[in-house]
C-alpha cells in the first residue's frame, strides 16, 4: 500500500502534491480540533465549523464563525498556535524541519518540492533557504512573545495569562492570521501605541516576504564583515520593498483622509495617525483590528477590499494576488501606454514570462472574487454588498477582517469562502500548475494573426 501511494505522488506534479499536502494538513486540522481537550468544558462546535476553522487556520486567515476565546482551552491555543506554523512558514518548510531532525536525506523531489512551495526559480540553495525561513520566523516570534509579555504584565493579573496572550499575539501577528484569544482583537490596546509599533513590525516581518528577510540578513553580515564588494539587492527585493511601502504609506493616507470628517472627527493627530497606519497595515494580510471596521464609511472599505485583494508579497505568509503580480500589473499598463517594447525598473529587464504571469493571475483572482460575491449575493440577500465584498477579498488575500456576517452567512456561502481561503494560501500560481501540470514548450506553431482589440 505504502508502495502504491508513493508511486501515485510521484506521478503528480509538484503543485499537485503541495496541494495535496495542503488537504491533508486541513484533516489533520480538523481532527486535532475535533479533541474534546482543545475546547473549554461544556462547549461543543459543529462539525461543519470545526472544518471552517480548520481552513481558516492553515490558511492563516482568522475569519472565523465562533469566538476563539470562548471556545478553545489554553490546550487548544497551542493547536491552533501549531497549526498557524504549518499555515505561515509552509508545509514544505515544516517538513523540511522534520526531515533534518530525524535525519532524512533530502532528495531532488523534495527540492522540487520546496521550489513550488516557495515561488523559486533555481533548486539550489533550496534546504538553506528552509533553514532561514525557520529561524526568522521562530526568533522573531520568540522575541516578539517575551516583548508582549512583559507589556502584557499590565493587564493582566498572572504572569501565565500574560504571557499565554502574549506568545499567541506575536504567533498571530507573524503569520498574518489576524486571530486573538482577547475576544475583541486588539481593541483592549487600542491606546497602547507600543503594543501596536510591534504588532505592526511583526505583520510586516510575516507580510513583506521571506526571501526579502534573507537579504536584508544577508546585508547586515555583509557590512558587520566589512567586505569591499558591493553588496547588490535582487530585482525581487527591491520590487517587493518599495511596492508594499508605497501601499502602506498611500493607504494609511487615504484612510486618515477619508475618515478624518467622520471617525477621526475630534479625535488627536497621533490616535488617528495610529488608527490609520495600523489599519493600512492590518488590512494587507493581518486581519488584526484596533477598533470595529463598521465604524468606517463605505470608500475605507472599498479601499481595504483592494488592499485585502492585493495581499502581501510571494514567499509571504500572506494571500491575495501578491505585491510583486500588482507591481508588474502597473509597470506594463505604464509602459505599454507609453509604446514600450520592454519593461525595464531598477536597471534590469523583466522577463516577459513574469509579465504573462501576473496577468493570467489577476485575471483569474478578479473572475474569482466576482463569481464568489455574485453567488453569495445570490443565495444571502440580506447582507450589504459591501460586507460581502469585504468577506471575500478578506477570504482571498487570506487577512480575516470582516464586518461580521461570517457567522450569519449561509453554507453555501461559508463553502465559498473556504475554497478562496485555500487558494488565497496555495497561491493562484500553484493553481494553474495544479490544472496544466506546469510550463510547456509549443512543438509547432501556427501562422500569427493580429486581433483587434481594445
Known amino acids: 500500500m505504502g508502495s502504491k501511494m508513493r508511486d501515485w505522488i510521484n506521478k503528480r506534479s509538484p503543485a499537485q502534491v503541495i496541494t495535496g499536502y495542503y488537504l491533508a494538513a486541513v484533516i489533520i486540522s480538523i481532527l486535532l480540533f475535533s479533541l474534546p481537550a482543545v475546547r473549554k468544558p461544556g462547549v461543543s462546535v459543529s462539525f461543519f465549523d470545526t472544518v471552517f476553522t480548520a481552513v481558516s487556520i492553515v490558511s492563516d486567515t482568522g475569519l472565523g464563525v465562533f469566538n476563539v476565546a470562548e471556545t478553545y482551552s489554553v490546550f487548544g491555543y497551542f493547536v491552533i498556535m501549531l497549526v498557524l506554523q504549518f499555515g505561515g512558514i509552509g508545509i514544505m518548510a515544516m517538513s523540511t524541519f ?23 526559480f533555481a533548486i539550489s540553495g533550496l534546504v538553506k533557504l528552509v533553514k532561514d525561513i525557520l529561524i526568522i520566523t521562530l ?14 504584565l499590565n493587564y493582566y493579573d498572572t504572569w501565565e495569562e500574560a504571557f ?4 499567541f499575539a506575536a504567533v498571530s501577528a507573524t503569520t498574518n492570521a489576524g ?13 497602547d501605541y507600543f503594543v501596536q509599533l510591534v504588532t505592526i513590525t511583526l505583520i510586516v516581518f510575516g507580510a513583506i516576504g521571506f526571501p526579502v528577510l534573507i537579504e536584508v540578513k ?8 566589512r567586505l569591499t564588494n558591493r553588496f547588490q539587492f535582487s530585482l525581487f527585493t527591491k520590487i517587493t520593498t518599495s511596492t508594499y511601502g508605497i501601499l502602506l504609506v498611500i493607504g494609511a493616507l487615504l484612510i486618515w483622509l477619508m475618515e478624518n470628517q467622520h471617525y477621526f472627527k475630534g479625535m488627536s493627530w497621533h490616535e488617528s495617525l495610529f488608527y490609520a497606519l495600523f489599519q493600512s497595515t492590518t488590512t494587507r494580510s493581518a486581519g488584526l483590528t484596533t477598533m470595529d471596521i463598521n465604524d468606517f464609511t463605505m470608500p475605507t472599505l472599498l479601499l481595504m477590499s483592494v488592499y485585502m485583494f492585493i495581499g502581501g508579497s510571494p514567499n509571504s505568509v500572506g494571500g491575495g494576488i501578491r505585491t510583486t503580480t500588482f507591481a508588474l500589473n502597473i509597470l506594463f499598463i505604464y509602459h505599454f501606454a507609453k509604446g514600450n517594447r ?10 516577459p514570462d513574469d509579465i504573462l504571469k501576473s496577468l493570467a493571475i489577476s485575471l483569474l483572482a478578479i473572475v474569482l472574487c466576482c463569481l464568489s460575491v455574485i453567488t453569495i ?3 444571502d440577500r440580506q447582507h450589504p ?44 500560481t500553484t493553481c494553474l500548475y495544479f490544472i496544466g501540470g506546469g510550463l510547456n514548450d509549443a512543438k509547432f506553431h501556427y501562422p500569427v494573426e493580429r486581433v483587434m482589440t481594445g
Request: glycine residues 10%.
Open 218 to 225: 544577508a546585508y547586515i553580515s555583509h557590512k558587520r564583515r
Open 179 to 191: 486571530m486573538d484569544i482577547t475576544g475583541q482583537s486588539l481593541m483592549p490596546y487600542a491606546h
Open 342 to 351: 520592454s519593461i525595464r525598473v531598477f536597471n534590469r529587464e523583466l522577463h
Open 377 to 379: 449575493c445570490i443565495t
Open 98 to 120: 522534520f526531515w533534518l531532525l530525524f535525519g532524512r536525506k533530502i532528495g531532488l523531489r523534495e527540492r522540487r518540492l520546496i521550489m513550488v512551495d516557495n515561488n523559486q
Open 385 to 428: 454588498l459591501i460586507a460581502i465584498v469585504l468577506e471575500v477579498c478578506s477570504a482571498f488575500g487570506t487577512v480575516g477582517l470582516s464586518t461580521g456576517i461570517t457567522p450569519d452567512l449561509s453554507i453555501i456561502a461559508q463553502c465559498i469562502l473556504m475554497i478562496l481561503m485555500f487558494l488565497g494560501r496555495i497561491g493562484l
Open 164 to 167: 499565554v496572550q502574549g506568545l
Open 139 to 152: 526568533l522573531t516570534e520568540l522575541i516578539g512573545a517575551l516583548i508582549f509579555g512583559f507589556r502584557f
